[in-house]
């Protein structure tokens, strides 16, 4: 399985600052996913990246409060933008596996807001 | 190390014992299933996976079962370890999509 490394491992911010994610993949690879995961709650797509496009977003996330980049096909970021309480969450970076159907996770960033 | 979920349903088992934990899914379409174990502090790991042709799949330790009737996937873990206490959860997907459906999540618990 693909070695994913996410930086920051946690973080603890002020509300109205941002903060950027970064994921590095040891391997190349077409699509790379951003997840969100909320206390008490379970994993929820937040946008797909494909390098050299933009991000396509899921349902409820946009690109104003979360802008995504993909510079290449081992690296990607996402910025949580002028975050609130409400932003407090696990984010994970994943992509495909080899065989295509499944996703390998990273150990994710935990970001709390105060 | 930090709780993934802290409110999440708990399944306590003894050490040595079988357990099951299940999970309703949502789309009657979906046609791929997974299962992800999350331990304290580290991102989902794949367990096994499961497609809609099949009722039954088994790997080490590890036995999916599928019933499209009710939509209903179960993990059963044979002599549960302790190394097995962590988050599980299942995962639909239809048409090898971009958007894996995650399930809620169950807390394994493994008793001494």
């Known amino acids: 399985s693909a070695v994913i490394s996410q930086k920051p491992s946690r973080d603890i911010c002020q509300r109205g600052t941002s903060l950027t994610i970064q994921c590095q993949v040891d391997?190349?690879?077409?699509?790379m996913f951003w997840y969100r995961q909320q206390p008490g709650q379970s994993l929820t797509l937040i946008a797909t990246?494909?390098?050299?496009?933009?991000?396509?977003?899921e349902s409820g996330f946009v690109i104003d409060k979360f802008p995504i980049s993909r510079p290449n096909l081992t690296f990607s970021t996402l910025t949580v933008s002028n975050m609130s309480p409400e932003d407090s969450s696990i984010y994970l970076c994943?992509?495909?596996?080899?065989?295509?159907?499944?996703?390998?996770f990273g150990a994710g960033t935990r970001l709390s807001v105060l | 190390g930090e709780s993934v979920g802290l409110h999440l349903p708990t399944l306590s088992v003894q050490e040595g014992d079988n357990s099951i934990i299940n999970c309703a899914y949502s789309?009657?379409?979906?046609?791929?299933f997974i299962w992800y174990k999350q331990e304290s502090g580290k991102g989902p790991q794949f367990i096994i996976d499961?497609?809609?042709?099949?009722d039954k799949r088994q790997g080490q330790r590890v036995t999916v079962l599928l019933n499209k009737t009710v939509k209903h996937l179960s993990l059963q873990i044979a002599a549960t370890q302790p190394g097995d206490s962590a988050v599980y959860f299942c995962?639909?997907?239809?048409?090898?999509?971009?958007?894996?459906?995650f399930g809620p999540g169950t807390r394994l618990s493994v008793l001494p």
């Open positions: 994943s992509v495909e596996t080899v065989r295509g159907e499944t996703r390998d």
């Open positions: 391997s190349q690879v077409t699509m």
């Open positions: 990246a494909n390098q050299g496009s933009e991000a396509t977003y």
């Open positions: 789309n009657s379409a979906s046609d791929y």
């Open positions: 499961i497609r809609s042709n099949m």
């Open positions: 995962a639909e997907n239809y048409n090898y999509g971009q958007n894996f459906v």
